[in-house]
């Protein structure tokens, strides 16, 4: 397609499951990033990759949450050990490269939801 | 660090009315300025756009002018809609290493009623 696809749309799952969601970049965007939009917290970033690698982890709320890129396109997202607080949008993003004026473009999102 | 801040919604208007949604920001150097707007159910699109200061972005009819002096991208329509209804995010992105990442305010839910 010619969009940001992330799949699945919805997910609902107990707590101390382990989950994962997929991001299918826009073909050519060398940048991807992660975003979780959250009731009373906004967008908040996650992590990005340039390639296969992720020069920035900053965003990761704990060690429960880790994310791999494979062959510089699609990238999944897992949530090991999930917890109520974890209940949000995650969106995905990718852009063609690095750089402050490239719009970022958005699939969206998988909705978790955590019982 | 980076941050964001725009008006609280939800910000309620009559078709036709004219739009303001204020944005303002707190960056070093010289951030990239964009409007992102969800519409119920679906992802962020890009809006519009500013990449330097004095820039215009424009989209839909829409317009944000990239105001330095003031740190501010607000948001103006002549004349809304009901289909403009969403919620719009005014967000920065501001080059770290090489890359940046998006600073977004919270939000502002825009209602117009027919």
């Known amino acids: 397609g010619a969009g940001v696809s992330q799949s699945p749309s919805n997910k609902v799952t107990e707590k101390g499951k382990d989950v994962e969601l997929r991001c299918d970049p826009i073909s050519g965007h060398t940048a991807l990033y992660w975003y979780r939009q959250s009731l009373g917290q906004g967008l908040e970033f996650l992590i990005y990759?340039?390639?296969?690698?992720?020069?920035?982890k900053s965003g990761l709320p704990s060690d429960r949450f880790s994310a791999e890129r494979t062959g510089g396109s699609v990238s999944t997202l897992t949530i090991q050990r999930t917890q109520q607080e974890d209940s949000a949008v995650y969106l995905c993003?990718?852009?063609?490269?690095?750089?402050?004026?490239?719009?970022?473009?958005f699939g969206d999102g998988t909705r978790l939801s955590i019982l | 660090g980076n941050s964001v801040t725009q008006m609280e919604g939800p910000v309620t208007l009559s078709e036709e009315a004219f739009l303001t949604i204020n944005c303002t920001y707190t960056a070093t150097g010289y951030p990239s300025l964009f409007w992102y707007v969800q519409y119920p159910g679906e992802g962020l699109q890009l809006l519009l756009k500013a990449t330097k200061a004095d820039d215009k972005g424009s989209n839909k009819g829409f317009e944000a002018t990239y105001r330095k002096e003031t740190t501010s991208f607000h948001l103006e329509k002549g004349s809304v809609q009901v289909s403009d209804s969403a919620v719009y995010f005014c967000a920065l992105s501001a080059s770290n290493s090489g890359y940046s990442t998006l600073t977004f305010g919270k939000g502002t839910m825009l209602l117009v009623s027919p």
């Open positions: 990759f340039q390639g296969n690698s992720a020069p920035d």
């Open positions: 993003a990718s852009s063609l490269a690095h750089g402050g004026n490239q719009p970022q473009h």
